[in-house]
């Protein structure tokens, strides 16, 4: 097997491709990392949550990192890893129409909300939405590739 490294346009790429991410956020020195559905547009990445530990974190700490993997076979994979800035989208507070693209991009996303919104515990029914829209904006990206046999 050989692995190397992948150019940024590569890296683009399998992010633009992709719609999972594993969402790695940190308070007081302690990794938190977590699942996400995630619509990419420029150098941003778009996610939707319920409010709970990753918004917590993220508001308290917004640096984070974002891995992408695009896999063929255990020797033939990608991966993108990309650190940037969490910052929410609230509807008020001149965010809202950023927020409407962030939901038209991620709505064509198959089952987009239920990463985000799925809580393994029962809910209380609401009359208001705790739904919270956020981007990552990418500072870096970076990435490996392998492939079977050696170059």
């Not at 491709?17 to 990794?31: E, F, H, T």
Request: hydrophobic share 35%.
């Amino acid at each position: 097997m050989f692995v190397r490294q992948m150019s940024r346009e590569e890296c683009e790429g399998v992010v633009a491709a992709g719609d999972l991410a594993r969402l790695a956020c940190c308070r007081d020195g302690q990794p938190y990392i977590v699942p996400i559905t995630y619509a990419n547009s420029g150098h941003r990445l778009y996610c939707f949550s319920m409010p709970g530990q990753k918004i917590d974190w993220m508001r308290s700490n917004p640096k984070v990192s974002l891995q992408i993997d695009e896999f063929a076979s255990h020797r033939q994979w990608k991966s993108v890893v990309a650190t940037g800035r969490y910052r929410e989208l609230p509807a008020a507070q001149g965010r809202y129409h950023e927020r409407i693209h962030a939901w038209s991009l991620l709505e064509k996303k198959p089952n987009w909300w239920e990463p985000g919104g799925l809580k393994p515990v029962p809910q209380e029914i609401s009359g208001a939405s705790a739904h919270i829209f956020f981007c990552v904006e990418m500072d870096e990206i970076t990435g490996r590739a392998a492939c079977a046999g050696e170059l």
